[in-house]
């Protein structure tokens, strides 16, 4: 039978879990993060990425044996690392957050849109092309100005607005050169008019805890390129929005970017990499001791399928 834990039993049963951090380097969150499961008693390392060796021709939990650990939270930037342990780690039976199947859709911007689109969740109306003439059709399909974005890629790199047809051929012909398969790859977007801002959404589980205004004068609007963030109002329309997004990727811990219209809201990605610099100053909320309960609820929920599992087998 699987035991229901209430929040204050996963307070107090949190010293019994092993949590590994999956990072690339400690950044401001990930320390607090670290923090807030030691602060619970609990058994808490960061685990770097650029150390680890894995065994992929073992994927036996025995082989896991060297990572003793309940919950991965995964917290990498680097997305290929995060992928491959992802999978390594639940061959071995080892629950993650999030899972690799959430973070592979999340980490790729054409398969996010895929599913955002498949569920029904607003976003702004985007192509893909594989060729320069197609790419320009593309462009021609939406409209100019039109945004081009890599598939993979964060913080607002290598994004940029193209005005006209002149400027769209010598931009794509540009990514040509360059050669490499994910710049073959041509995710063009239309321009949505934005008053400002956009809207980061951090959500936990199935809670919405926290939303930040990301204010700039340029069209991009990311705090790692210098936006400022203030508090936003958690709305029902911003709530439902976001939990159908995280549900239709799969995704348990993530980022949620949003942009106001005249339509509504409109989802732009979802990042299961979830930084939340931005909002540790704006929400009375601590999302740091929140992902840290979270992974506590998994490990506990790991914990009961397994009893589950013996019960039957017996």
């Known amino acids: 039978m699987s035991t229901i834990l209430s929040d204050n039993d996963l307070s107090t049963h949190g010293t019994g879990v092993r949590l590994g951090v999956l990072v690339s380097h400690l950044r401001m969150e990930e320390k607090a993060i670290l923090a807030a499961g030691r602060k619970r008693g609990m058994d808490i390392q960061p685990l770097f990425d650029r150390q680890l060796v894995l065994d992929l021709s073992n ?15 995964d917290r990498s930037v680097v997305h290929s690392r995060a992928l491959y342990t ?4 639940e061959s071995w039976s080892i629950p ?39 790419a320009l059709e593309a462009c021609e399909i939406l409209g100019y100005p039109v945004v081009f974005k890599p598939v993979t890629g964060s913080w607002g790199r290598l ?7 002149q400027q769209a051929r010598a931009l794509i012909v540009q990514k040509v050169t360059l050669g490499s398969y994910h710049h073959a790859l041509f995710y063009v977007q239309e321009y949505q008019e934005k008053p400002g801002r956009d809207i ?11 939303a930040s205004y990301r204010s700039a004068d340029h069209w991009i609007t ?4 210098g936006a400022s963030s203030s508090k936003c109002p958690i709305t029902p329309q911003i709530e439902e ?4 997004a995280c549900n239709a990727v799969g995704a348990r811990l993530a980022g949620v970017d949003l942009i106001e219209t005249y339509d509504g809201y409109t989802v732009l990605e979802v990042n299961t990499g979830g930084e939340f610099h931005g909002l540790m100053t704006t929400p009375d909320v601590d999302i740091a001791g929140e992902i840290v309960e979270e992974t506590i609820r998994i490990a506990h929920e ?13």
């Open 59 to 73: 994927l036996t939990r025995d082989a896991g044996a060297a990572f003793p650990y309940d919950v991965l939270l």
């Open 86 to 89: 992802l999978k390594a780690f």
């Open 96 to 134: 993650t957050l999030n899972r690799s199947a959430a973070t592979q859709i999340c980490d790729d911007k054409g398969l996010c849109s895929l599913a955002l689109g498949q569920a029904g969740v607003p976003t702004p109306k985007t192509l893909l092309a594989f060729s320069v003439e197609s």
């Open 159 to 165: 994004l940029a607005k193209v005005n006209g047809p």
């Open 200 to 210: 980061r959404v951090f959500v936990v589980g199935d809670r919405v805890l926290a």
């Open 222 to 225: 990311n705090t790692a390129r």
């Open 241 to 244: 929005i976001v939990l159908h």
């Open 302 to 314: 790991g914990s009961a399928g397994r009893l589950d599992t013996i019960a039957t087998m017996g």
